[in-house]
């Protein structure tokens, strides 16, 4: 029998396809392997440009805190050399000195020491309470605050209302209206003593009628600054009961300063 020229044909393509197909596998294969890997290596080079970004910003970051470290630190020292160069205050000194006077009955030291006791020597020293630190340190302290360097200050607790108490309560028996108004807090509250609504509305009138007063002009029967004259709550008084309110009156219309004798 002789060979089919046509079948031999057909199978030798089919065999060429066969191959052909086996062949552009293996090729196409090839290239996504070669994708991946790519990929793979791009992705991993993408990481690491991160990471090299990443700690170029840490760097930078820690040198930057290292320089502001290094400036406050720059400024400190300057500070410091600055605050020595300054003529010193001695704030013992003048605590001890205010104290003599309030112990010997000056009204406006034992205000002022009562005050000392109940705010704290640091915050009596502090700009907002230049009426105090005023009368501790004198009058130049506040023209040039800045240019004194304070030491020496008192070991006292920071806050003591029951020490405070009796300062204001001798201040106030005298006419003095910083007196008055811790005296009038302290029983207002209870701070430093039981609470009484009544002798509190008894100081307070006292500072209404002071502030009056100075206002018109008239010299008060009591000595202090008008600024130290905080509202007393209105709601308050009215709690009172009528025999109270009386009371408030009698005691404010018995009240005569008297200045202490040694």
């Not at 705010?119 to 004198?138: C, P, V, W």
């Not at 600054?225 to 404010?252: C, D, I, M, N, W």
Request: hydrophobic residues 40%; proline residues 5%; aromatic residues 8%.
């Amino acid at each position: 029998m002789k060979p089919d020229p046509l079948k031999a044909l057909t199978l030798g393509t089919l065999a060429m396809l066969v191959l052909t197909t086996a062949i552009l596998s293996v090729h196409f294969a090839r290239i996504a392997a070669i994708d991946q890997l790519e990929q793979v290596e791009a992705e991993e080079r993408a990481t690491k440009e991160n990471e090299r970004q990443a700690l170029e910003r840490y760097q930078a970051e820690e040198e930057s805190i290292k320089a502001e470290a290094r400036a406050a630190a720059a400024r400190a020292k300057e500070n410091v050399a600055r605050e020595a160069k300054k003529p010193p205050l001695d704030v013992g000194i003048a605590y001890k000195r205010l104290l003599s006077k309030a112990e010997a009955g000056d009204a406006y030291a034992q205000s002022v020491i009562g005050e000392i006791h109940y705010f704290g020597i640091e915050r009596i020293l502090t700009q907002e309470m230049d009426q105090y630190a005023g009368i501790l340190l004198g009058a130049d302290f506040l023209a040039r605050r800045h240019d004194f360097r304070l030491v020496n200050l008192p070991r006292l607790p920071p806050a003591d209302m029951e020490s405070a108490f009796p300062w204001f309560l001798r201040s106030a028996r005298q006419g003095n209206a910083y007196g008055m108004s811790g005296l009038r807090n302290a029983y207002m509250f209870g701070r430093g003593t039981d609470m009484d609504r009544v002798e509190a509305f008894k100081w307070a009138q006292l500072l209404v009628d002071c502030a009056a007063a100075t206002e018109a002009g008239r010299q008060p029967p009591y000595t202090g600054l008008k600024s130290v004259f905080r509202p007393t709550p209105v709601g308050l008084y009215e709690e009172l009961t009528p025999q109270e309110k009386a009371e408030v009156k009698r005691r404010v219309a018995d009240f005569k300063p008297k200045k202490e004798t040694r």
